[in-house]
């Protein structure tokens, strides 16, 4: 089955840029699916942060849009996650995640990663 | 944009039936799905779709809408039930976005 495992610096200054990768395994990154990033501050609740198709088509959360940037890398079967000028506001467990679509209707996200804190600080 | 409300905290007595709602205009167009989140781990799907779980999701755990609300029901909780649920939907502005509710702390008693 498909297993989706985070990896990048736990630790970031704050204006920094943020950057993860989620390496997928057990499964092909160009199957019919979105690749998503989530993230739960400590304490509080998820917020869907983007998404990428293995074409590079992405959506982002309106309220990130500026700071994200999602990319795809099909010959090593991961995709990533880079958000500039990070503050304290940002530290998270940052989760990636596999969106399916059901007829461009509703969706699901299954499986998840383990997820990764980040912690923005000097 | 869209937002979906949830209760921050139900409680249920062991072997009792529990709803748990979440609220939102984009429930009207599109299913919710739901997660369990038990501390110092990642979510896991349990409801998806009208009424669908995923191998290995117990059969006490079923799904519901109506109007703006969808709703997650476990019938006969069980101790292991105990955790944060979280119901996400597409956004319903057309736009290709999602939104998660604020999540609801599930205790069994």
């Known amino acids: 089955q498909v297993q989706l495992q985070e990896s990048g610096p736990g630790l970031v200054k704050p204006s920094g840029t943020l950057s993860l990768t989620c390496a997928v395994s057990?499964?092909?990154?160009?199957?019919?699916?979105?690749w998503s990033w989530i993230r739960q501050p400590p304490g509080k609740g998820l917020e869907w942060i983007g998404e990428i198709y293995h074409s590079g088509s992405t959506n982002y959360n309106p309220s990130l849009k500026s700071r994200v940037t999602i990319s795809v890398d099909k010959s090593k079967n991961q995709f990533s996650l880079k958000l500039s000028s990070v503050t304290a506001a940002d530290t998270a467990v940052y989760y990636c995640?596999?969106?399916?679509?059901?007829?461009?209707?509703?969706?699901?996200?299954?499986?998840w990663g383990q997820g990764t804190l980040v912690t923005v600080s000097s | 944009s869209s937002e979906l409300t949830q209760d921050p905290a139900v409680s249920v007595a062991l072997g009792q039936t529990v709803r748990i709602t979440c609220q939102g205009d984009s429930l009207r167009s599109y299913y919710a799905s739901w997660y369990q989140q038990k501390p110092g781990q990642a979510p896991v799907l349990v409801i998806y779709?009208?009424?669908n779980r995923p191998s290995g999701i117990p059969d006490r755990f079923s799904g519901s809408s109506s109007g703006n609300t969808a709703s997650l029901t476990i019938t006969g909780a069980q101790a292991e039930d105990e955790a944060d649920y979280y119901c996400n939907s597409r956004d319903s502005s057309g736009n290709r976005h999602v939104v998660f509710g604020g999540g609801t702390k599930l205790t069994v008693l």
């Open positions: 779709g009208k009424n």
């Open positions: 057990g499964g092909s990154i160009s199957s019919s699916n979105w």
């Open positions: 995640a596999r969106a399916t679509y059901y007829y461009d209707s509703y969706n699901w996200f299954d499986p």
